[in-house]
């Protein structure tokens, strides 16, 4: 057992929940993510303690996340019902405005997700995240540009009639 690896599992373990959750828009599968990327991440423990462990685990979680196969169970989505008579400043209605964020975040393709939690989230450059990602600084550019995009499109002036701007 590297006691090395456990120290540091306890250490940085939520923050790295936190960051996979923030990839997957779900709890659970962000902690499958984080216990698939550890378990690998264990057998070569040494030679990563020695380097940079938290830019490394991020990229395996990054990396893995982007490429996972695994799919949910269901394809059900929730509809969205849209109320005109919210009140804003009531519990109930930031959640539902925090529920409808998350939903059209679920809408990104995992590339564009990744490349604005990276950018936003983790607060890191286009060259971090291209390093991150494999691929050029004007793909992280387009994929974040697509992704915005896409969700300024979700917000039309009619879904955003009641919202304090």
């Given at each position: 057992?590297?006691?090395?690896?456990?120290?540091?599992?306890?250490?940085?373990?939520?923050?790295?929940?936190?960051?996979?959750?923030?990839?997957?828009?779900?709890?659970?599968?962000?902690?499958?993510?984080?216990?698939?990327?550890?378990?690998?991440?264990?057998?070569?423990?040494?030679?990563?303690?020695?380097?940079?462990?938290?830019?490394?685990?991020?990229?395996?979680?990054?990396?893995?996340?982007?490429?996972?196969?695994?799919r949910r169970s269901h394809a059900e989505?929730?509809?969205?019902?849209?109320?005109?008579?919210?009140?804003?400043?009531?519990?109930?209605?930031?959640?539902?405005?925090?529920?409808?964020?998350?939903?059209?975040?679920?809408?990104?393709?995992?590339?564009?997700?990744?490349?604005?939690?990276?950018?936003?989230?983790?607060?890191?450059?286009?060259?971090?995240?291209?390093?991150?990602?494999?691929?050029?600084?004007?793909?992280?550019?387009?994929?974040?540009?697509?992704?915005?995009?896409?969700?300024?499109?979700?917000?039309?002036?009619?879904?955003?009639?009641?919202?304090?701007?």
């Amino acid at each position: 057992m590297h006691t090395g690896f456990e120290e540091y599992v306890r250490a940085r373990g939520d923050a790295l929940r936190r960051f996979a959750y923030l990839l997957c828009g779900d709890r659970h599968l962000g902690e499958d993510l984080v216990q698939e990327v550890l378990v690998k991440a264990y057998r070569r423990w040494p030679k990563i303690e020695h380097d940079q462990p938290d830019h490394y685990l991020r990229t395996a979680l990054v990396r893995s996340h982007v490429s996972w196969l695994r799919r949910r169970s269901h394809a059900e989505q929730p509809e969205q019902i849209k109320d005109d008579s919210a009140v804003w400043g009531d519990f109930a209605d930031e959640q539902a405005v925090r529920d409808d964020l998350w939903s059209r975040l679920g809408g990104l393709t995992r590339a564009q997700r990744a490349v604005l939690v990276l950018r936003y989230y983790e607060d890191l450059g286009d060259q971090q995240i291209a390093d991150v990602l494999r691929c050029s600084t004007s793909t992280v550019r387009v994929h974040a540009s697509r992704g915005l995009a896409r969700l300024r499109a979700d917000l039309s002036p009619a879904s955003l009639k009641g919202v304090p701007l």
